[in-house]
């Protein structure tokens, strides 16, 4: 089943424009969204829940075309992002209160359980909480309403490695367990490469690339170059490294290629697409 559907999404700016993106989301699988800073994945974001107003392109969530439908829809999702700002004196339980207030099917029991999973109090403010700990009362709100859509910009950003990886684990729980569906956003690509079954790649306002992560990651390879780098138009993005240079190659483009080859990860092959 289709959760989210994207056809030519357009928002122009000065300087920035996203041009038609389009893009599918299937249930029960979490899709990672990555691209440098300003290629377009929080104007996207923004774009799909009417932060901002696109200027064209269709957006259906669940089936149902999102601008007529909108606080229906918004019954269904939930919008997670790291360096959230909440009123930060105000108690937990009183920010609680105000949000229950705009969700018709809220579940108390559900949001006593996730507060005491996440190892929330809700006695405390903000202030008293770490990043971490944000992200995960965000998360314990938008599930306490059943979102079965969980929309996340760079969630795990200023995160230590640990609490990056407990979010990880609870990613992956929510949609094994729950029939939960995430789109991901993150600079951070290993961690997409431990959660993400899907990837969807931005660059300067146009998507790139939209498949499996698995698929994605075997089309590629890193050719080495110790010495000088020869003139062949099947490497992309030749980079320094401290012993040579290194450049992308397809997968099926590596024969006769006088370098050594090696398997590319999600990071070598958007820092070196990014250098075309």
């Known amino acids: 089943m289709t959760v989210l559907s994207v056809k030519n999404l357009c928002k122009k700016y000065e300087g920035f424009a996203l041009k038609n993106v389009s893009f599918d989301l299937r249930e029960g699988e979490i899709t990672g969204f990555i691209g440098r800073n300003g290629a377009g994945k929080t104007t996207t974001l923004k774009s799909l829940l009417n932060f901002v107003h696109p200027d064209g392109g269709e957006i259906r969530f669940f089936g149902r075309e999102f601008a007529p439908h909108e606080l229906e829809i918004k019954q269904k999702l939930g919008f997670v992002s790291g360096g959230i700002d909440y009123y930060p004196m105000k108690k937990l339980k009183t920010i609680t209160d105000v949000t229950r207030r705009f969700y018709h099917e ?120 110790s010495g000088g780098v020869p003139h062949d138009p099947r490497l992309v993005g030749v980079k320094r490294e401290r012993t040579g240079h290194t450049a992308l190659v397809r997968a099926d483009d590596i024969a006769a290629l006088d370098a050594e080859i090696t398997d590319a990860d999600l990071e070598e092959i958007m820092v070196h697409m990014e250098k075309e």
């Not at 909480?129 to 314990?140: I, P, T």
């Not at 996340?152 to 200023?158: L, M």
């Not at 979010?167 to 961690?191: A, G, R």
């Open 106 to 225: 809220w579940d108390d029991a559900a949001y006593r359980r996730y507060m005491e999973l996440f190892g929330l109090d809700e006695r405390k403010t903000p202030k008293q909480l770490s990043e971490g700990m944000k992200v995960k009362y965000s998360l314990a709100l938008a599930l306490s309403h059943h979102a079965k859509l969980l929309l996340f910009d760079e969630p795990t950003s200023g995160l230590d490695p640990v609490s990056r990886d407990e979010l990880l684990d609870i990613f992956m729980d929510l949609v094994q367990n729950e029939d939960i569906t995430l789109l991901f956003s993150t600079h951070i690509t290993t961690d997409l490469e431990k959660c993400a079954d899907n990837i969807i790649y931005i660059k300067n306002g146009e998507i790139l690339a939209e498949e499996g992560l698995d698929a994605f990651l075997a089309e590629y390879k890193v050719a080495r170059f």
